[in-house]
């Protein structure tokens, strides 16, 4: 009987916190792809860090293709107001470039091969 209890409120929790997550999806959002420059596991959580704001962006980057998926408010934000505050983390993108001093900033196993198209 314990158990079943305990079961049983374990699974209701799950369904409030479930349902609770989805109201907190992302309004008016759009998803584009774009490549990022980086090399490893810090690179990906200072990229996905930098590009993350709360309902406004969501960043998920991948380590192995550089290749990051962004879902952003288009009433709030656009893709190179994402890549700008990514850049000034230090890391590259096809449209901007970071500032060489954060770059050289980065974690030694961070620095990637620098793009020679990005715009300063």
């Not at 001093?101 to 030694?108: G, Q």
């Amino acid at each position: 009987m314990y158990l079943q209890k305990k079961t049983y409120l374990s699974f209701l929790f799950s369904l409030f916190f479930g349902i609770t997550s989805c109201n907190a999806q992302i309004k008016n959002s759009k998803t584009e792809e774009v490549k990022i420059y980086g090399n490893c596991g810090m690179c990906e959580k200072k990229i996905e860090s930098a590009g993350n704001k709360k309902n406004i962006s969501k960043v998920d980057w991948n380590k192995e293709t550089k290749i990051a998926t962004i879902t952003f408010n288009t009433n709030k934000t656009n893709v190179d107001e994402i890549l700008m505050r990514i850049a000034a983390s230090g890391y590259d993108s096809d449209n901007f470039r970071a500032a060489d001093e954060v770059y050289h900033n980065l974690h030694e196993c961070c620095q990637y091969e620098r793009p020679n198209n990005a715009k300063e």
